[in-house]
C-alpha cells in the first residue's frame, strides 16, 4: 500500500492520504460535504461539530455495529470504525436517508481514536487508555485515570511527569477512499484530578502554558486547543487538497 509523504499542517499535527484499495487518491471535485461520526459517544459527536464547523456533522445512526479497538495503532483502530460505517451505509441506505442524505450523495464516514501517552510509562497507556483499568460503564473514566496516577506515584518535576494526548482521524468515502490526520496536545499529569468538566483523563492532564487541568478549561477553550481539534483541522486541509470540500457549506441548520 502507498503512502503520500507526511507534511506537516497546524502545530501539532501531520497528515497523509492513502486509498484503501491500493491506488492512488484522486482529486475529483465534490460539493460540499456532512460528515458522519462513527461513534456512539456523545461528547465526541459535540466536539467534532464543533472542530469542524461549519461543516456538519451527524451522529452514527442507531443500528452500526463497530468493530472493537485493537492494540495496534490508533489509526488502524480509526480506520477500521469509519470503514465499518461506510459500508453499513453502503448495505442499508436506509441509513442515510433517515439521516436526510441521498445514498451516494456527499458525505464522509469519520472516526477517530484517541488517547493519553505517558513517556516515564513508556507512553502507555497509548491505545489501551479507555480500557486501562479493565472497567466499563459510568465508572470507567475514574478507574482509568487513578490507576494512571498510582502507577505515577513519585514521578516528579515536568519531565516526569512529561504526557500527551494524541488523536488519529479517519474519512471515508463512500467509493471506500480513505484520508488521515493526526495531532498531539503536549501537557503533563497532575498529582491528584482537578475540575469537573470534559471527560476521559481531562482531570489529570495540564497542557502546555496553562496551570489549569482540561477539566477546569472552558470547553470552546477545549475546542481550540485539543488534540482531536488539531486532528480535524489537519483532516479538513487533506480533504481541501484533494477537492473534496473545494465548495463550503451554507448555514447549519439550527
Not at 120 to 144: E, F, K, Q, T
Request: charged share 20%; proline share 8%.
Amino acid at each position: 500500500m502507498r503512502e503520500r509523504a507526511q507534511r506537516p499542517t497546524t502545530a501539532g499535527a501531520v497528515v497523509s492520504a492513502r486509498d484503501a484499495r491500493g491506488g492512488e487518491t484522486g482529486a475529483a471535485q465534490a460539493p460540499a460535504v456532512r460528515f458522519v461520526l462513527a461513534s456512539g459517544n456523545r461528547h465526541k459527536a459535540r466536539e467534532f461539530g464543533a472542530i469542524l464547523a461549519p461543516f456538519r456533522v451527524d451522529a452514527m445512526p442507531a443500528g452500526v455495529e463497530l468493530p472493537p479497538e485493537g492494540s495496534e495503532s490508533f489509526a488502524a483502530n480509526a480506520r477500521a470504525k469509519a470503514e465499518a460505517l461506510a459500508r453499513a451505509a453502503a448495505a442499508d441506505p436506509a441509513l442515510l436517508t433517515g439521516l436526510g442524505l441521498e445514498p451516494g450523495g456527499p458525505v464522509l464516514y469519520l472516526a477517530d481514536d484517541s488517547g493519553l501517552e505517558v513517556e516515564a510509562l513508556g507512553w502507555a497507556p497509548g491505545v489501551m487508555s479507555a480500557r486501562y483499568a479493565g472497567v466499563d460503564g459510568p465508572g470507567a473514566d475514574r478507574a482509568n485515570y487513578e490507576r494512571l496516577l498510582r502507577e505515577m506515584r513519585g514521578l516528579v518535576g515536568p519531565l516526569g511527569r512529561r504526557a500527551r494526548f494524541v488523536c488519529s482521524v479517519v474519512a471515508v468515502t463512500p467509493a471506500m477512499t480513505y484520508h488521515t490526520a493526526s495531532g498531539q496536545w503536549w501537557g503533563a499529569i497532575a498529582e491528584a484530578p482537578r475540575g469537573e468538566g470534559g471527560f476521559g483523563y481531562d482531570p489529570v492532564f495540564v497542557p502546555e502554558g496553562s496551570t489549569l487541568s482540561v477539566a477546569e478549561w472552558p470547553q470552546a477553550a477545549k475546542d481550540r486547543s485539543s488534540h482531536r481539534a488539531r486532528a480535524g483541522r489537519a483532516l479538513i486541509d487533506v480533504l481541501r487538497g484533494e477537492g473534496l470540500l473545494h465548495a463550503e457549506p451554507g448555514p447549519r441548520p439550527g
